[in-house]
T-cell receptor
Framework: KAGVTQTPRYLIKTRGQQVTLSCSPI?????VSWYQQTPGQGLQFLFE???????NKGNFPGRFSGRQFSNSRSEMNVSTLELGDSALYLC???????????FGPGTRLTVT | GENVEQHPSTLSVQEGDSAVIKCTYS??????FPWYKQELGKRPQLIID?????GEKKDQRIAVTLNKTAKHFSLHITETQPEDSAVYFC???????????FGAGTRLTVKP
């Protein structure tokens, strides 16, 4: 099976702009979770989508949003970018009915 | 919500020695405890996990133990090799709830 893929891999944006990141899960997996990884805060849970519905949400402001399509691909959107949003954004794929989560390679977002 | 603490933050061992990383969690409802290995510039990779109905699990040189009463779990790596050098993350979550909470990570260095 192909693994989890994320696009783009690298992105540079300026403050105030918005950005959309994409994640394609492992074939057959219905759950996609998003995480933000920074040196200072580590790995933090953003939200999880399962069968096109947000099932869980972390403690991030409303500027962070997401959605999931019928083919289980998920997008994450960040509006009004701030310098502190610079991070590696990882998505993780799981079947939705099991424990294991498998990570994609991440999107490195730099906000200038 | 769940809070996961991980120690030590850095660990340096000689090749062939054992390495132990410890984590504690706060939510007694957590029942799934994975460990991820992240090499520089790469995605976190699931290396071993344990569920709350099991006290110990072993996979070749890697083992994980869980003490539900004390709410702590540990990763043990025996006969360490230079390729074991990476950042290791512990995590805790509840079955079917992909809101996974991570420890801050341990940077393991194995000296040849």
């Amino acid at each position: 099976k192909a693994g989890v893929t994320q696009t783009p891999r690298y992105l540079i944006k300026t403050r105030g702009q918005q950005v959309t990141l994409s994640c394609s899960p492992i074939s057959g997996h219905r759950s996609v979770s998003w995480y933000q990884q920074t040196p200072g805060q580590g790995l933090q849970f953003l939200f999880e989508y399962f069968s096109e519905t947000q099932r869980n949400k972390g403690n991030f402001p409303g500027r962070f949003s997401g959605r999931q399509f019928s083919n289980s691909r998920s997008e994450m959107n960040v509006s009004t970018l701030e310098l502190g949003d610079s991070a590696l954004y990882l998505c993780a794929s799981s079947s939705g009915n099991d424990y294991e989560q498998y990570f994609g390679p991440g999107t490195r977002l730099t906000v200038t | 919500g769940e809070n996961v603490e991980q120690h030590p933050s850095t660990l340096s061992v000689q090749e062939g020695d054992s390495a132990v990383i410890k984590c504690t969690y706060s939510d007694s409802a957590s029942n799934y405890f994975p460990w991820y290995k992240q090499e520089l510039g790469k995605r976190p990779q699931l290396i071993i996990d344990i569920r709350s109905n099991v006290g110990e699990k072993k996979d070749q040189r890697i083992a994980v133990t869980l003490n539900k009463t004390a709410k702590h779990f540990s990763l043990h790596i025996t006969e360490t090799q230079p390729e074991d050098s990476a950042v290791y993350f512990c995590a805790a979550s509840i079955y079917n709830n992909n809101d996974m909470r991570f420890g801050a990570g341990t940077r393991l260095t194995v000296k040849p």
